[in-house]
């Protein structure tokens, strides 16, 4: 288990939360939130989560 300190300085900088993405038929949409991982990404995001 890693300390929580180690944690929280970790979690410094730009953060992206990341919802799933479903499509009209209700099932998930991978090449969506592949999409929006991309752009967290280019855009220089470090910590990307999901919710």
Do not use: K, W, Y
Not at 37 to 50: F, Y
């Amino acid at each position: 288990m890693r300390d929580p300190a180690e944690i929280r300085a970790r979690l410094q900088g730009p953060c992206n939360s990341v919802p799933t993405i479903f499509t009209p038929e209700g099932e998930i949409d991978h090449v969506g939130i592949r999409a929006v991982l991309d752009h967290s990404l280019d855009a220089g995001c470090d910590v990307i989560m999901l919710t």
